[in-house]
């Protein structure tokens, strides 16, 4: 899983993910989803989504049937940022997993799920994106 030595929430999950890696079910899916989030912190928009898209990935390999809430993460900073096309969504994802020089580097795991199950996912990708589009379009008219 990830080895992530900074920042002290990367740590935290890193160690986190060993855990859930050696007891899958000593954990709910409700704490799994706290400790991702929770992993997060404040940045700009496009660095939220190339961290977030290293957080959520082993997130997704170790709990697929979590992954349509998961990827709403780095969609909502995308909407965030303006984007309005869902299509570009998985090439921005594996963006994220082949850059030479990543604000967060993904663990290989991490890699491994951008780059082989993420372009897959569109169907997925198309229905969370509009969905939270729309909830942003919806809080805007607020």
Known sequence: MPTWTSPPQLVALAAFYAQVQAQPDAFSDADFLDAVKAAHWPTNCWNYVEASFAIIAPACLL???????????????????????????IAIGLDCAT????????????????????????????TVFQARLQ?????DED
Not at 72 to 84: R, T, W
Not at 100 to 123: F, H, I, K, N
Not at 135 to 139: C, I, K, Q, S, V
């Open 63 to 89: 709990r697929p049937h979590l992954t349509a809430e998961l990827i709403a993460l780095p969609i909502d900073a995308m909407i965030a940022g303006g984007l309005e096309d869902a299509g570009q969504v």
């Open 99 to 126: 850059r030479s020089a990543p604000y967060v580097a993904p663990s290989e795991e991490g890699r491994r799920w951008l780059t082989q199950v993420w372009p897959g996912l569109g169907d997925v990708v198309e």
């Open 135 to 139: 909830e942003a379009l919806t809080e």
